[in-house]
């Protein structure tokens, strides 16, 4: 079956610009992970979905970052007033189910912050 | 400070050896362990993992150890083959925890 897809694959936008990741888990999996990853880094956990329940934000370097997931599906990452640190790739990962750590990832979306 | 990390981040072997990626972790609340080859340009794909009252675990052409004595993982990949070449990261969950903690990985380069 089709495994997580993230769109879009690349963005570059300019400092201060809002931008919007959208990632699709893969069907049936209930539970969504957000990460970022820096260049030539390891991953840093950002945010955690489980359903329609209210995420796990411990992750979030900041207020200008924010998610939400529509229908305990689709989910969006948005990053307000973007900033040059902010650029790196992030990853979203989803898995069966909270408790079922095996998670899948998507091929990330590359953003870079001019 | 409490961490996963890796000892080498390049590794070196010869096509047709065993490569053997070790990681340390210093939580003894993590649970979870799991490895991942991440290509050029693409997300992290899933190789093996382990739970915490396991010591051992074989997959195909890989196996995990876990010694929580001295809190260390490794990754063995036996026979290894230039389709191996990439970055190998192992992770953490820490107990009660929703994400998964990284090491910053090992890049593992397989000679003809």
């Known amino acids: 079956g089709a495994g997580v897809s993230q769109s879009p694959s690349n963005k570059v936008t300019e400092k201060g610009k809002d931008v919007e990741l959208r990632c699709d888990p893969i069907?049936?999996?209930?539970?969504l992970y957000w990460y970022r990853q820096s260049l030539g880094q390891g991953l840093e956990f950002l945010i955690y979905f489980q359903g329609n329940s209210a995420p796990d934000k411990s992750g979030l370097p900041s207020d200008r970052f924010s998610a939400e997931r529509t229908g305990g599906s689709v989910s969006t990452l948005t990053i307000q007033r973007t900033q040059q640190e902010d650029s790196a790739v992030y990853l979203c990962a989803s898995s069966l189910a909270r408790g079922t750590e095996t998670q899948y990832f998507g091929p990330g979306t590359r953003l870079l912050v001019l | 400070g409490e961490s996963v990390g890796l000892h080498l981040p390049t590794l070196s072997v010869q096509e047709g050896d065993n490569s053997i990626i070790n990681c340390a972790y210093s939580?003894?609340?993590?649970?979870?362990f799991i490895w991942y080859k991440q290509e050029s340009g693409k997300g992290p794909q899933f190789i093996i993992d382990?739970?915490?009252?396991?010591d051992k675990r074989q997959g195909q052409r890989v196996t995990v150890l876990l010694n929580k004595t001295v809190k260390h993982l490794s990754l063995q990949i036996a026979a290894t083959q230039p389709g191996d070449s990439a970055v190998y990261f192992c992770a953490d969950r820490r107990g009660g925890a929703d994400g998964l903690t990284f090491g910053k990985g090992t890049h593992l380069i397989i000679q003809p």
């Open positions: 939580n003894s609340a993590s649970d979870y």
């Open positions: 382990i739970r915490s009252n396991m």
């Open positions: 069907s049936g999996h209930t539970a």
